[in-house]
């Protein structure tokens, strides 16, 4: 048989082209001017931050709602009153002078601030906030006593909203107290009584509650321990409900079998 050149390089290079796709021209050429093959191109295109899409970060200055008070309050509306009125009295108390140079204007000012503020203390922001609430009762015989009522205690509250009603209740006092320490020094006796007015307000709605809290607290741990035994005895009154049964079909079946 003849050997024809021309036939089997014709059937190599018809494989080849079967075999080699057209991603791979480049390759080839190479491959045959004896150069290795260049490794495949990848293209990165660089995007700026603004494209790339915004990363939220955690810092100063967050918006973020796990961060925010008043998010995670169940009343942020009684919550907001609660410091707001506080605040006011206190800011008042200190910047009067600035605005103003009327005594009895600054003092009719920071007295309605104080009573707004132990109105609201009492009425709404404890039984919100903590479920607390207190009154002074008088009976029909003239006996005057105190009424101290709570929350049920399988209904808890917010612990944002309790964490900074005890804030409030003990912060502010305080200040006042720094405020009245300051008067004295700076022998501004002027502006004394109201200061005094303002401890007494004060004074008065966080004894008042801290009473009831501890009350409520003794409450709370009487009604842990009756839920605790009520389970016990449950799951006791059970075991024996068990016993018994199998005591008696036990009986019954010897003295039928």
């Known amino acids: 048989m003849a050997y024809n050149p021309h036939s089997s390089s014709t059937n190599l290079l018809g494989t080849l082209d079967g075999q080699i796709t057209a991603d791979d021209e480049s390759a080839a050429e190479e491959g045959r001017a004896g150069r290795p093959p260049a490794p495949p ?10 494209a790339r899409g915004s990363v939220p970060v955690q810092g100063v200055g967050s918006t973020d709602g796990e961060g925010n008070i008043f998010t995670q309050s169940a009343h942020p509306v ?18 009067c ?10 003092t009719v000012l920071v007295v309605v601030l104080l009573s707004l503020d132990f109105w609201t203390v009492r009425n709404v922001s404890g039984r919100v906030l903590v479920g607390l609430r207190f009154w002074n009762q008088v009976d029909d015989d003239g006996t005057s006593f105190w009424v101290f ?10 612990a944002v909203d309790s964490k900074m009603f005890w804030i409030a209740m003990y912060a502010f006092p305080g200040a006042w107290i720094l405020l009245l320490f300051v008067g004295i020094l700076k022998f501004n006796l002027s502006f004394l009584p109201i200061v005094m007015l ?3 307000f004060n004074v008065t709605n966080t004894v008042g509650y801290t009473y009831g809290a501890l009350r409520d607290r003794d409450a709370k741990r009487r009604w842990a321990t009756g839920m605790a035994a009520h389970g016990m005895l449950g799951q006791m009154g ?11 079909s036990s009986a019954f079946g010897r003295f039928f079998g």
């Open 41 to 50: 191109s990848s293209s990165t295109h660089l995007q700026p931050p603004s």
């Open 78 to 95: 009684a919550l907001f009153f609660l410091f707001f009125f506080r605040c006011a009295a206190i800011a008042t108390y200190l910047l």
């Open 97 to 106: 002078g600035f605005f103003s140079s009327s005594y009895v204007f600054s």
């Open 149 to 158: 009522e709570s929350r049920s205690p399988s209904q808890p509250s917010n």
């Open 198 to 200: 303002a401890l007494v």
């Open 238 to 248: 059970g075991i024996g409900g068990s016993v018994v049964s199998g005591i008696a």
